[in-house]
């Protein structure tokens, strides 16, 4: 049985900054794609940043570039989520989301077939 826990989040003050981990467990579970989503009240999930096996390919939404930074140790099947100089919008409920099967685009919710239980990120102004 896979399971993803997310960690790390929490209240910070409007630059301020939070790293997020997701630990990934399951026998024999080797994750192709990792990536971040968030949601915030009313919204709709939406993409973060997501990060392919090597770890060379990322990809982030328009609205964290230069700010967030995806990463991932496959040895210890986790995956992270760097957070700085935060703004009150990336408010959310951050999900961790990983799937096994290669597939060209992973910036997409139906990319993947596992999901972690969220972590609340608050930023406050």
């Known amino acids: 049985q896979v399971q993803l826990v997310e960690s790390g989040g929490g209240l910070v003050q409007a630059g301020g900054s939070l790293r997020l981990s997701c630990a990934a467990s399951?026998?024999?579970?080797?994750?192709?794609?990792m990536g971040w989503f968030r949601q915030a009240p009313g919204k709709e999930r939406a993409f973060v940043a997501s990060?392919?096996?090597?770890?060379?390919?990322?990809y982030y939404a328009d609205s964290v570039k230069g700010r967030f930074t995806i990463s991932r140790d496959n040895a210890k099947n986790m995956l992270y989520l760097q957070m700085n100089s935060l703004k009150p919008e990336d408010t959310a409920v951050y999900y961790c989301?990983?799937?096994?099967?290669?597939?060209?685009?992973?910036?997409?919710?139906?990319?993947?077939?596992?999901w972690g239980q969220g972590t609340q990120v608050t930023v406050s102004s």
């Open positions: 989301a990983a799937d096994p099967v290669f597939r060209p685009i992973i910036t997409t919710p139906s990319t993947y077939g596992y």
């Open positions: 399951g026998r024999t579970f080797s994750p192709y794609a």
């Open positions: 990060i392919r096996w090597s770890g060379r390919n990322t």
